[in-house]
């Protein structure tokens, strides 16, 4: 089966400029799953979406970072605007349910300068 | 909030010799995840441990779960160069099924 597909895969945006990332669940995976992973650092949850709603966002940065999943599949995360502080990798998740075994998509590599 | 503290943080290893990574978390947990990072790329699930005692082997690697001790060890048997990448354990919060990452390891195999 395909994996979890992102892009782009490198951005470099300068600050206060804004930027958007897109994901690709595993096909039939009703549970996905934004991360921030800053360099040296294990991920980090920003959002989470069941089907189409949002089970939790307590970590995302609601003043800046957005994100939608129209129609329970894809999703993309926005960022607007930038901050030094944001150039980190962002990973998207999806599993089947909303518990079990993650599946992590490449990653997009956000530099802001 | 849940804590997960791995050691060390980094490992420098001899080929064929063995090592172990420790993952050590702060509340009850019933399942925990190791995962390999290779640099720029994405996170490679290797285990996944689903009760107290339960330890999974692949090749050189083997993962166990202490959920009394709260603590999980990925022990490297007579290490190669080809184990070289950066080594996350992932605790998922019994309530909510949230994953909270360790730093992870990052792991260097020498000749």
């Known amino acids: 089966e395909a994996g979890v597909a992102q892009s782009p895969r490198y951005k470099i945006i300068e600050k206060r400029q804004s930027v958007a990332f897109w994901c690709n669940p595993i096909s039939g995976h009703a549970t996905l799953y934004w991360y921030q992973q800053i360099l040296g650092q294990g991920p980090k949850l920003l959002i989470q979406?069941?089907?189409?709603?949002?089970?939790?966002d307590s970590q995302l940065p609601k003043d800046r970072f957005s994100a939608e999943r129209l129609k329970g599949v894809d999703s993309t995360l926005k960022i607007q605007p930038a901050k030094l502080e944001d150039s980190a990798v962002y990973l998207c998740?999806?599993?089947?349910?909303?518990?079990?075994?993650?599946?992590f998509g490449p990653g997009t590599r956000l530099t802001v300068t | 909030e849940l804590k997960v503290e791995q050691n060390p943080l980094f490992l420098s290893m001899q080929e064929g010799k063995n090592y172990t990574i420790y993952c050590n978390y702060s509340?009850?947990?019933?399942?925990l995840y190791w995962y390999r990072q290779d640099p720029g790329k994405s996170l490679e699930s290797l285990f996944v441990?689903?009760?107290?005692?339960a330890v999974k082997q692949e090749g050189r690697l083997m993962a166990s779960l202490d959920t009394k001790a709260r603590l999980s060890t990925l022990h490297i048997t007579a290490a190669v160069h080809d184990l070289s990448a950066t080594y996350f354990c992932a605790v998922e919060t019994s309530n909510d099924y949230k994953l909270s990452f360790g730093a992870g390891t990052t792991v260097t195999v020498r000749a």
């Open positions: 509340t009850t947990s019933d399942r």
């Open positions: 998740a999806s599993s089947a349910a909303g518990w079990g075994e993650q599946y």
């Open positions: 441990l689903l009760s107290n005692g």
């Open positions: 979406f069941q089907n189409n709603g949002v089970v939790d």
